[in-house]
């Protein structure tokens, strides 16, 4: 039997459905996460995993090069089924088996806001003016360059981290200042600083992008890029902070809009050398001119968010992905008609989560497929733009994607969280 390896985080919301996909499509699969190395020293994991740092791609690729060399039945491919890091580990360890996949230096780039910036902008896909600096420089100095080179409002973004943790706005040198100090202070966490000594000390500040935005969920064979999905997103994204909340699809553009969407996000991916695979996408739409490209990476939508697509006779999102990498043939699966959405609960406030209230009965509102609550009792919730996760998820199916987006909305209002403030460290004030 043909298997794949699946690279995974122990974060990842997306491990289950990816695990179901392979099985669906009846092959063995490796699983390669990053769970506790202390613990591999005293308990012995199932043959079928293999522990890897996603920190340290190099050693990662290695690791999975050996696993798959002591393999009995062939590997077919490697597909990242995490994040940015994940994609890096398994653009490396594909070609060093000269297995299909995007070439390291493409999921790079797509790893690093600053270099899928300037290699789109040497491309001359439509981006948004910016400018690097170092997190700790001195805000009077990037206030003055970034005033007479990008000009007023910007945005202020950490080059690794995703999901917009960290990506603020500033209207003027004061709030730049105060949006520095708090970047400042995240980026200086040992985790982040340990996945890029460099990268994870530099921001990028670019002219914030007035308009509607939205997402596209793509899939590239040999550098074509056939579009899946196009989501709304109904909500303003206007800041200061840039909490995602409502995916809507199919998309209540019009059909040039979606059309010249696709193309930029297209000319994105070959700007920065992705050539197989999924891509996600975000643009922003503004009142003149083409569509701008904020982020393009080499993966699937994040979270739970691709259990509202559905394909052919009822594949899923990661069902697609794992037989493209098999090399079947997909391109005939078109996304199933009806509309669809998914809300990221949004997190109220910062506190330890005690109970969560009206679950049933946002259930039984019409139009609302399910329910999720990803957080637990007990659990520190941390908003944006430190925190890194959400509550839940809100999935809705429909024939309309109003009605989907108004079933969404009827769905939150029937829950209620309760939080209690945590308690202030010694030493420390409250947090």
């Known amino acids: 039997m043909a298997s794949v390896v699946l690279v995974v985080s122990t974060t990842s919301y997306r491990t289950d ?7 669906n499509a009846g092959v063995e699969v490796l699983l390669a996460s990053d769970r506790c190395h202390v613990l591999d020293g005293h308990f012995t994991f199932p043959p079928e995993s293999v522990v890897i740092d996603l920190h340290a791609p190099e050693a990662a690729a290695e690791a999975l090069v050996r696993a798959v060399g002591a393999r009995t039945s ?3 491919a490697i597909l990242p089924a995490a994040g940015e890091a994940a994609a890096v ?10 297995l299909p996949a995007n070439a390291p ?18 491309a001359g896909v439509p981006t948004p003016s910016f400018l690097c600096f170092p997190v700790d420089a001195d805000p009077a100095a990037v206030a003055a360059e970034v005033g007479a080179e990008i000009g007023w409002p910007l945005v202020l973004k950490p080059l690794l981290l995703s999901g917009s943790r960290g990506v603020m706005r500033a209207d003027d040198a004061l709030g730049l200042r105060a949006a520095l100090a708090r970047l400042c202070r995240l980026l200086s966490a040992p985790e982040l600083r ?16 007035s308009g509607p935005e939205v997402a596209l969920e793509g899939l590239l064979t040999d550098g074509a890029l056939c579009t899946l999905a196009l989501f709304d997103k109904p909500d303003p994204m206007d800041g200061p902070f840039f909490e995602e909340t409502i995916y809507v699809t199919p998309s209540r553009l019009p059909g040039p809009t979606q059309d010249a969407i696709s193309a930029a996000t297209a000319a994105a991916a070959r700007a920065i050398g992705l050539r197989t695979g999924p891509v996600h996408a975000e643009l922003r739409l503004p009142p003149e001119g083409p569509p701008i490209v904020i982020e393009i ?3 699937t939508i994040g979270g739970l968010c691709a259990r509202t697509l559905r394909f052919g006779t009822g594949l899923s999102l990661e069902e697609l992905v794992v037989r493209h990498a098999l090399g079947h043939d997909v391109g005939a699966l078109e996304r199933q008609e009806s509309a669809a959405g998914v809300m990221m609960i949004p997190i109220p406030g910062a506190g330890v989560l005690q109970a969560v209230e009206g679950v049933d009965r946002a259930r039984a509102v019409p139009d609302i497929e399910d329910v999720v609550i990803s957080a637990r009792p007990g659990e520190t919730l941390v908003p944006l733009p430190e925190g890194k996760s959400y509550l839940g998820f809100i999935f809705a199916r ?3 994607p109003a009605g989907v987006e108004h079933a969404l909305r009827a769905a939150h209002a029937e829950l209620s969280f309760t939080l209690t403030k945590t308690l202030p460290r010694s030493g420390a004030g409250s947090t």
């Open 105 to 122: 230096g493409a999921a790079l780039a797509a790893q690093n806001k600053h270099t899928m910036r300037l290699l789109c902008q040497r």
């Open 89 to 98: 580990v398994a653009a490396l360890a594909s070609e060093a088996l000269g």
């Open 74 to 76: 062939p590997v077919c």
């Open 17 to 23: 459905d990816f695990l179901q996909a392979c099985r």
């Open 398 to 400: 429909g024939a309309t």
């Open 297 to 299: 990476a080499a993966r």
């Open 194 to 209: 340990a996945l890029d000594p460099v990268a994870s000390r530099r921001v990028l500040c670019e002219r914030f992008v």
